[in-house]
T-cell receptor
Framework: LAKTTQPISMDSYEGQEVNITCSHN???????ITWYQQFPSQGPRFIIQ???TKVTNEVASLFIPADRKSSTLSLPRVSLSDTAVYYC?????????????FGKGTKLSVKP | EAQVTQNPRYLITVTGKKLTVTCSQN?????MSWYRQDPGLGLRQIYY???????DKGDVPEGYKVSRKEKRNFPLILESPSPNQTSLYFC???????????????FGPGTRLTVT
């Protein structure tokens, strides 16, 4: 499980695009990058996953540069309901990690 | 509906009184895990189970026990709760406990435990 570093907190306003960057300098060849979202008093939920370049779904986009040493979660036109903690995890596809480390994540606060 | 259920959702107890928090999943997942969440400390793993009869310690296992006798159930046991175990607890399950494609974690709704 690669060590990850992400900002502790970020502030934004409704309607803005938010980009949260995660550093993972020791990412291995077989590792995938996965992001989870956690609303207050709820369990985290999977939002997006990628290996390289760009992945987009109905919730977010994930940008991964060629060296894969970082990744950026992009939330377009955020609303108040996007206020949550976002976790970046990096680990091997097909591997059984077991000991998963979510850490503190990035607390995003969206203001009106 | 695919889900992870936990019971109870809220519990207030006293120091030293044994308690069990149940966790059940209906997705036939091999992997199950328990986390605790405290302000400023993030989400920390207590125990995990790769499959039936196989469990292992996470980052903060002291004061907790688990058992995995059936695939669907993974109860968390506090033999002698103490105030420092006051926390929000989450159970989770996934196919194999990895971080690859299709192996996302599904979390329960949480159990808020207060030990006085």
């Amino acid at each position: 499980l690669a060590k990850t570093t992400q900002p502790i907190s970020m502030d934004s306003y409704e309607g803005q695009e938010v980009n949260i960057t995660c550093s993972h300098n020791n990412i291995a060849t077989n590792d995938y990058i996965t992001w989870y979202q956690q609303f207050p008093s709820q369990g985290p939920r999977f939002i997006i996953q990628g290996y390289k370049t760009k992945v987009t779904n109905e919730v977010a986009s994930l940008f991964i540069p060629a060296d894969r040493k970082s990744s950026t979660l992009s939330l377009p036109r955020v609303s108040l309901s996007d206020t949550a903690v976002y976790y970046c995890l990096v680990g091997e596809h097909g591997g059984s990690q077991g000991n998963l480390i979510f850490g503190k994540g990035t607390k995003l606060s969206v203001k009106p | 509906e695919a889900q992870v259920t936990q019971n109870p959702r809220y519990l207030i107890t006293v120091t030293g009184k044994k308690l069990t928090v149940t966790c059940s999943q209906n997705m036939n997942h091999e992997y199950m895990s328990w986390y605790r969440q405290d302000p400023g400390l993030g989400l920390r793993q207590i125990y995990y189970s790769m499959n039936v009869e196989v469990t292992d310690k996470g980052d903060v296992p002291e004061g907790y026990k688990v058992s995995r006798k059936e695939k669907r159930n993974f109860p968390l046991i506090l033999e002698s709760p103490s105030p420092n175990q006051t926390s929000l607890y989450f159970c989770a399950s996934s196919l194999s406990g990895g971080l690859g494609v299709g192996d996302e974690q599904y979390f329960g709704p949480g159990t808020r435990l207060t030990v006085t």
